[in-house]
């Protein structure tokens, strides 16, 4: 099994039922191939980003521990943040 550590940055615009609704979009992309998702699960909340990205300052940041028996999970995770056009970015580093 691999880990791996995966943070993305969400649009500060978006209301409280939007935001749960796109991490829980995006995280069961991670479950529903069988990977874990660890406890470690940690919102950063609402931070001001380095530079402007899409010119926006500002940004929700999420990190999350991922346990996974293949690679498949975390491929369809980042295919569906290139997608979607709510994330602004996403990291994702091999443990």
Same mark, same amino acid.
């Given at each position: 099994m691999k880990k791996y550590e995966i943070m993305y940055i969400l649009n500060a615009n978006l209301t409280?039922?939007?935001r749960t609704a796109l991490q829980e979009k995006l995280h069961g992309c991670l479950t529903s191939n069988g990977? @874990? /998702? #660890?406890?470690?699960?940690?919102?950063w909340g609402l931070r001001e980003l380095a530079y402007p990205i899409n010119f926006?300052?500002?940004?929700y940041y999420?990190?999350? @521990? /991922? #346990?996974?028996g293949n690679d498949e999970g975390v491929k369809e995770f980042k295919r569906l943040c290139r997608i979607e056009?709510?994330?602004?970015?996403?990291?994702?580093? @091999?443990?």
């Open positions: 409280e039922e939007e990977d @874990t /998702v #660890e406890v470690n699960e940690k919102d926006q300052s500002n940004g999420v990190v999350l @521990t /991922v #346990e996974a056009t709510n994330v602004l970015r996403e990291m994702v580093i @091999t443990l």
